[in-house]
């Protein structure tokens, strides 16, 4: 344990450039009501943590700013101590306390004040953000605690019994130490031991943290690494897979190690994740493309699950310069995997290993040494859509989106096909509507069935469905395009759509839905050319 730091000590170590932040900390989170509360803590002698620093003669070459403030660089004759816990309160110290850089844009957050009028007691706080029009003489801006200049120029109006109480407070702060741990070491790997501890301890650490602890090198930084991605995917509508962190790093270490696990991640050599980032990244690509050009899957929103796209991003992986050819076995074996995988609901039971063993055969499928793919029992019967109710989040109801999306959906009012892109991009609520309008079945259903059970669910525009209204079937098919039986084809209907029987229509629409979802789970995607009965 090191000498415990004052809050003047801390800001002339920040201000040297002695103290750090290296870039695998995250950014500063906390709001400015969290900020008063901790100057509240500091003000009553409460506890509120330790400060965590790595002494290190190497200089790091990716850094984090402290919040919004850039730090200067330190001098290389000195040791660096990179805040490895404590960032949050450190950037809340500095930035209520330090008054020499003036920053180009508004900080993260409000001014801190001490309210002269507030009650002195345990619980409630005697601190709080203001902006500049919410000020009024009652609040004091403890920033200018430690600047004699501003200080004396704050108070030079008060009288002498609240300057009394102001020197209080300005001592009270000025006499606060702050706990610090500090360790000494060049190992970059035993840091990497103490994050993960220090995580273990309930400390907000996440993996991506602890294995750019591993990754460091002087031209490779993975939170780099995975922002760019992100970059690169959002003109294809899939920036939230440069997002997800964990979702990343399974890619990584089941493309590199064979094995999705958590604990696998934490193993995995920095200089392997180096040497194999790319092929990742060109799998996670090659995934996405597949998915886009083959499922109409234009966002993560639109996944089951999005650990589908880890084995997609091993049997896609490889070098970057090399197109992966895809031969008709191997893509009518994804989709097939794909379906069961979805409509079995394979990942809600065991899903580590699960995909761990769908990563191992995504692999042997790549290589050529395996050509088909293993498959849940078949359990699979036209209840599915019956007795599952319509949840736009759920597993189940982003199966049946995709189910319908692949039979080319059209709009009931005018024929037209449904724009899937646009409606599976945006992925809301208002592309989504009951055949038998909820307000029709009040007063006409006699069923236990859920009204929004699957098999009254369509790609339905709001615009549709505002035509549509609370009518019948058999009224508002008169509204419908002049192809109607391709829009009867497109959207699963069968002639008892219209005869205002909901549970007979939602019978043979579920039996309808099931004979198409048993093409796909075979791996065909021939959108559907026989109505049915």
Same mark, same amino acid.
């Given at each position: ?7 003047? /000590? ?517 959108? /559907? ?5």
């Amino acid at each position: 344990m090191a000498e415990p730091l004052n809050i003047r /000590k801390i800001i002339e170590e920040l201000m040297a450039g002695r103290m750090r932040v290296p870039n695998f900390q995250r950014g500063f989170v906390w709001d400015p009501e969290r900020v008063a509360y901790l100057m509240d803590s500091i003000y009553k002698g409460y506890p509120f943590g330790s400060i965590l620093l790595w002494r290190t003669k190497q200089e790091l070459t990716h850094e984090r700013d402290l919040g919004p403030f850039e730090l200067p660089q330190n001098d290389p004759e000195y040791p660096t101590d990179y805040i490895l816990d404590g960032q949050q309160r450190i950037t809340s110290i500095f930035g209520v306390f330090q008054t020499e850089i003036t920053l180009p844009q508004k900080p993260l957050w409000a001014k801190i004040y001490y309210d002269m009028e507030a009650s002195e007691n345990a619980q409630e706080s005697s601190f709080t953000a203001l902006e500049d029009n919410e000020v009024s003489e009652r609040y004091f801006p403890i920033g200018y605690l430690f600047d004699p200049v501003l200080y004396r120029k704050e108070t030079a109006d008060y009288d002498d019994a609240t300057i009394a109480r102001l020197d209080k407070i300005q001592a009270r702060f000025k006499e606060a130490l702050i706990p610090v741990q500090t360790i000494t070491t060049e190992d970059k790997t035993a840091v990497a031991i103490v994050f993960e501890r220090v995580n273990q301890r309930g400390v907000e650490l996440d993996t991506v943290q602890l294995l750019s602890a591993w990754t460091w090198s002087g031209d490779f930084d993975l939170n780099q690494r995975f922002e760019d991605l992100a970059n690169d995917l959002t003109p294809f509508g899939f920036k939230d897979v440069g997002g997800d962190k964990d979702l990343l790093l399974r890619c990584c270490s089941a493309v590199m190690v064979r094995d999705p696990s958590p604990d696998s991640l934490i193993s995995l050599n920095g200089s392997k994740v180096r040497e194999d980032f790319d092929h990742v990244v060109t799998g996670i690509k090659g995934a996405i493309d597949f998915l886009r050009k083959n499922l109409h899957v234009e966002n993560l929103d639109n996944l089951p699950y999005n650990n589908l796209l880890v084995p997609l991003t091993v049997f896609f992986a490889g070098e970057p310069s090399k197109q992966k050819k895809v031969t008709n076995n191997q893509r009518k074996e994804i989709l097939r995997w794909f379906w069961h995988t979805c409509i079995h609901r394979k990942y809600n039971s065991q899903p580590i290993k699960s995909l761990r063993e769908d990563v191992v055969e995504f692999a042997k499928l790549a290589e050529g040494s395996l050509t088909k793919l293993t498959h849940p029992a078949n359990s699979f019967t036209p209840l599915f859509f019956l007795t599952n109710t319509f949840r736009l989040n759920s597993v189940v109801s982003r199966t049946f989106i995709l189910l319908l999306a692949q039979n080319g959906p059209r709009s009931f009012i005018s024929g037209n096909k449904i724009d899937l892109r646009k409606a599976l991009k945006e992925y809301n609520r208002n592309e989504f509507h009951h055949i038998h309008p909820r307000s029709f079945l009040k007063t006409s259903k006699n069923s236990k069935l859920d009204d929004s059970c699957l098999a009254n669910m369509c790609f339905l525009s709001r615009s549709d469905n505002n035509t549509i209204s609370g009518s019948a079937p058999s009224e508002y098919r008169k509204k419908l395009g002049e192809d109607i039986d391709d829009i009867e084809t497109a959207n699963f209907l069968p002639p008892s759509t219209w005869e205002d029987d909901f549970e007979q229509f939602v019978s043979a629409r579920a039996t309808l839905l099931f004979d198409y979802a048993k093409e796909l789970l075979d791996g065909g995607t021939t959108p /559907k050319k026989k109505k049915g009965a």
